[in-house]
C-alpha cells in the first residue's frame, strides 16, 4: 500500500447511517483542498454513483462490476489484476474521480468470495498511483466488498446515528475492524466514530452521545446536524460544499474533513 495515499472506507453494517453522504462530501473537501480524489462506489444501490454523477450505474457504459468481471477471467500469461483505471469516470467537480457502481454487483459476490478474490481490490488500487486520496463507500453488511475494502484501506470511519439499534451494533462492528486489522491488514487505522444526523436539543441522542464517549470510543467532533437540506444536495447531485457553500453542515463537514486530516497526520508522526 502506498504510505503517502490515504484510503478511507467509510463502514456500517447498518443502513441509513449516511456513509453515502459522509464519503461524498468528505471527498469533495478533499478535492477542493487539490487533491487529486477517488470515490469508489461497492454499494450495489449506487447511492454515491447518482450523488456525484447524477445517473445510475445502468445508464454508464463502464463501472466497478466491469472491473470485478474482469477479475474472474483469469489469463495465465496477464493474471488477474486489470487496470481499474479504465472503469472510473470523471464527476463535474475538479479533482473528483469515481468508481462508480452497478446493481450486478450483487450477483457478482458469491463468484468473486468462492474465487477468493478479496484481495485485489487492494491491488488494484495499488495500480492508480496519481491519487492522493481515495473514499470507499460499502454496503450494508459485512460481506465480500466491506471485507475487501477493509482490508485495502489504512483508515476506517464508522458513521453513527445516535440511536439504540446503532449503539447495540457498534461493538460487534468494531470487533470485526479488529478483526480484518490483525488478520489481514496491519495497516489499517480506525480514525473515529462520526456522529451523524445529531440533534442538539433531543436529550436521547445527547445521552446516547456522551455515553459512548465516557466509554471512550473514539467520537469524532464536529457531531453533523440533521438538516433536510442534505436531502436537496443528493437530489441536485451536489455535495454540500458545492450546493450550498455557507450552510452550517457544509461548514460541519469542512471541519470533521480538518479533524481527520489532522488526526491521521498526528498518527504517521507517532
Not at 459522509?22 to 487533491?35: D, Q, V, W
Not at 478474490?117 to 481515495?134: C, P, V
Not at 463507500?137 to 476506517?156: G, K, Q, V
Not at 445516535?162 to 480506525?190: G, Q, T
Request: hydrophobic share 35%; net charge neutral; glycine share 4%.
Amino acid at each position: 500500500m502506498d504510505k503517502s495515499s490515504i484510503r478511507r472506507v467509510i463502514f456500517n453494517q447498518k443502513g441509513g447511517v449516511g456513509k453515502t453522504t459522509i464519503t461524498c462530501n468528505l471527498a469533495a473537501f478533499s478535492a477542493l483542498e487539490g487533491k487529486k480524489t477517488l470515490v469508489i462506489d461497492l454499494d450495489p444501490q449506487g447511492n454515491a454513483t447518482h450523488y456525484l454523477l447524477g445517473k445510475s450505474g445502468k445508464q454508464l457504459n463502464k463501472t466497478i462490476a466491469d472491473y470485478f468481471i474482469t477479475m474472474l477471467s483469469f489469463n495465465l500469461f496477464k493474471g488477474d489484476a486489470s487496470d481499474p483505471s479504465e472503469f472510473i469516470q470523471k464527476t463535474p467537480f475538479p479533482n473528483l474521480d469515481i468508481l462508480p457502481s452497478h446493481p450486478e454487483l450483487e450477483d457478482l459476490q458469491i463468484k468473486l468470495e468462492t474465487r477468493y478474490k478479496m484481495f485485489k481490490l487492494k491491488k488494484g488500487l495499488d495500480l492508480l498511483s496519481t491519487y492522493d486520496a481515495f473514499y470507499i463507500d460499502t454496503p450494508p453488511a459485512m460481506n465480500f466488498y466491506t471485507r475487501s475494502s477493509l482490508i485495502a484501506c489504512n483508515a476506517c470511519l464508522i458513521p453513527f446515528d445516535c440511536d439504540d439499534f446503532s449503539r447495540k451494533a457498534l461493538y460487534r462492528l468494531l470487533s470485526n475492524v479488529n478483526e480484518i486489522k490483525y488478520d489481514h491488514n496491519p495497516d489499517l487505522f480506525l480514525e473515529g466514530i462520526i456522529v451523524n444526523q445529531y440533534q442538539s436539543r433531543a436529550k436521547h441522542p445527547q445521552k446516547i452521545v456522551s455515553e459512548i464517549v465516557q466509554e471512550g470510543l473514539p467520537v469524532l467532533t464536529p457531531y453533523l446536524s440533521f438538516s433536510v437540506v442534505i436531502r436537496e444536495s443528493h437530489e441536485e447531485s451536489k455535495p454540500m460544499a458545492f450546493f450550498q457553500p455557507t450552510h452550517k453542515l457544509t461548514a460541519e463537514f469542512k471541519e470533521l474533513y480538518e479533524t481527520i486530516t489532522q488526526k491521521k497526520q498526528t498518527q504517521k508522526q507517532s
